[in-house]
């Protein structure tokens, strides 16, 4: 599907976890670079209107593609849901957002996770390129297809080395939880 169809499709339909992983893929794809002068990551964080954005996203703007994508696929979220303590820039927000709507789900329940899943990371960045005592919940990706053993991802920031792509990852004990957005699912205040 080509990137005109994709925003065509997106602003026709209600949210879709298929739509989402078509948009997360092409972006994705493109190796975005989280630097000043690419087009793509100044779209990824024209939400934080703060002009300390750049900086503070700088290396760590993994849950920040997450929210543009989602944003893309149709489904307006705001910037920040109280209670939740931080902004959708931060894996912690995604994973608290979902725990509070019942939408995370781990190997364990027995639910098998499918194109569009949200995939929340458990400790999966190297030591080396994060801050010291970060959160369990330490990265984030949209999965694009499941295998036996192993996800292939969409994801910003891969391994914070400030560059997009599409991964394969082992399906091991790095993977935290998955969170599932329904399809149609729209945010109520």
């Known amino acids: 599907m080509n990137r005109i169809s994709i925003v065509k499709q997106a602003e026709e339909e209600s949210f879709k976890r298929s739509l989402l992983a078509d948009i997360a893929e092409d972006l994705a794809a493109q190796k975005v670079n989280g630097e000043r ?3 793509n990551f100044a779209e990824i964080i024209k939400y934080y209107p703060e002009a300390a ?8 703007w993994c849950a920040a ?6 944003i893309k696929a149709g489904l307006e979220l705001p910037i920040k849901q109280p209670p939740i303590k931080h902004r959708f820039t931060a894996v912690g927000a995604w994973y608290e957002w979902g725990k509070s709507n019942g939408f995370n789900f781990t190997d ?19 030591e080396i390129n994060k801050p010291m ?8 990706g949209i999965l694009l297809s499941c295998e036996d053993d192993f996800l292939i991802v ?5 391994d914070n080395k400030n560059v997009s792509g599409i991964i394969k990852r082992k399906r091991d004990d790095t993977i935290g ?3 599932r957005i329904p399809d149609g699912y729209e945010y109520k205040i």
Do not use: T
């Open 37 to 39: 002068g690419d087009g």
């Open 53 to 60: 954005a750049f900086d503070e996203l700088k290396n760590c």
């Open 65 to 70: 593609f997450i929210y543009h994508c989602v």
């Open 108 to 126: 364990l329940d027995k639910i098998p996770p499918s194109r569009g899943d949200v995939v929340i990371y458990n400790n999966i960045i190297p």
């Open 133 to 140: 005592e970060s959160a369990w919940h330490d990265h984030i």
């Open 154 to 158: 969409a994801e910003g920031n891969i």
């Open 177 to 179: 939880c998955y969170l």
